[in-house]
Structures are given as C-alpha cells and as structure tokens.
C-alpha cells in the first residue's frame, strides 16, 4: 500500500465529489462526443465500457453505452469476480444492471453473458486521477492494471482510453511497475494520446 497513492487518490475523489450532477452529466457529453470522433471508437466493432457508479461522480458513461449500441457495436461491461474483472455482453442498459461488487451496476446473473476480453476492440477505462503520461489511478485494487495487462497480452492490437475530467489531470503519479498507462487520454476539453 502506498501512503503517496493514498493521499492523492483520497484529494481526488473529494475534488471530484464537488462536481454537481448538471456538471458530470454536462462534461461527460463532451468527452462522449471526443471519444466517439475517435478513429478507434468509430473502427470498434467491440467496446468495453466501465458502468459508472453515480455516487463517485465518475464520467458518466450510461448515454455512451446505449449510443454505442444504437450504432450497432457490440457493448461489454465489466463484472466483478473476486480479483479479476469478467466482461459480459450488455444488450439493454435499462433491464439488465443491478448494483453489484463495490455498489457499480453489473449485469444480472440472467443476464451474463461472457465474453473474453481480447474479443473487445476499444476498452473504456475509469479512473481517480490521470497523469500526463497517461498512467492512472483507480480505487486502489489494481482491477484494471491487471485487466489491461492481460489485455495487451492477448489482443496487442486493442485500444485502452481514458475518460477522466480535466481537474483530474496531474503531471506525474507515483507508479509502481504494475501499473499500466492508457493509450488514449479523453476530457471534456481534449484528447491526450501518449
Ligand atoms: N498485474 C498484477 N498482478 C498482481 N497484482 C497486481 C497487478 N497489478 C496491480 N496489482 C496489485 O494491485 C494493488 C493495487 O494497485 P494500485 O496500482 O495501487 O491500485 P489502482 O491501480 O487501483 O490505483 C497493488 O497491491 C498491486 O500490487
Ligand atoms: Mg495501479
């Protein structure tokens, strides 16, 4: 456990937590509509999508994923189990997520659908904060470092992007060698590619 990951992680969320609801949903439009300009988004046949936990005020991703399916591509969303992050084929936004590991909307057990990982095109990464190298912080589970390493090694080709807010950016994280950088870097005022 790093003590310096900790403080930074903890003034994060709390600069994060003063955004109001109009605010989240307002900056996450923009940064949906930067990421679906994306050559990699618009090429994906296959999107991974994190689900949003509304109470953290994380980007909000729920319009993305019904657009996304709207457009015909194939959507998967995380599910929780035990220390590795599964992903399931989501058809329906509305019906088929119920709060599970960690309060975050997971597909029900009707409906999960597995999918492996290296089948998605494009993953959607959360994060607490961003740096400009584009290495992130999470929650401090390592969920998505080890989803991301495992990813790069089964499907080298595919695409990780960040969506973070621009008051999430810092300029250097502390990282440790488990740590992995996302490719793609989206806020509500730019793309960052590293
Ligand atoms: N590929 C991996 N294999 C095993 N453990 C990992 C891996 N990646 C990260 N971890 C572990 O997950 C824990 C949390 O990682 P950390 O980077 O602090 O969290 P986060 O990325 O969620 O901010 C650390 O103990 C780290 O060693
Ligand atoms: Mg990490």
């Known amino acids: 456990m790093s003590a310096e990951k900790t403080a930074i992680r903890e003034k994060y969320k709390s600069l994060r937590k003063r955004l109001s609801r109009e605010e ?4 996450s439009r923009r940064i949906k509509k930067l990421l679906f300009e994306l050559p990699e ?6 999107v991974a999508f994190y689900v949003a936990k509304r109470e953290s005020h994380e980007v909000e991703t729920e ?46 057990p009707l409906f999960r659908r597995p999918v492996p990982v290296s089948e998605s095109d494009l993953i959607v990464v959360p994060g607490v904060a961003f740096d400009c190298r584009g290495y992130r912080l999470g929650y401090g589970g390592g969920y998505y470092d080890r989803l991301l390493r495992e990813a790069s090694l089964t499907r080298p080709s595919l695409s990780s992007v960040g969506l973070g807010y621009e008051l999430q950016i810092v300029e250097k994280l502390p990282v440790t060698a488990e740590d992995v950088p996302v490719d793609i870097l989206v806020t509500e005022k730019r793309v960052l590619r590293f």
Do not use: C, H, N, W
């Open 24 to 27: 989240v949903l307002a900056k």
């Open 41 to 46: 988004f618009d090429q994906a046949k296959t």
């Open 63 to 108: 319009e993305m994923i019904k657009e996304t399916l709207k457009l015909g591509k194939r959507v998967l969303v995380p599910v929780v189990d035990g220390v590795k992050i599964l992903f399931s084929d989501l058809r329906d936004y509305d019906s088929e997520l119920a709060p599970g590991t960690f309060g975050v909307p997971e597909p029900k």
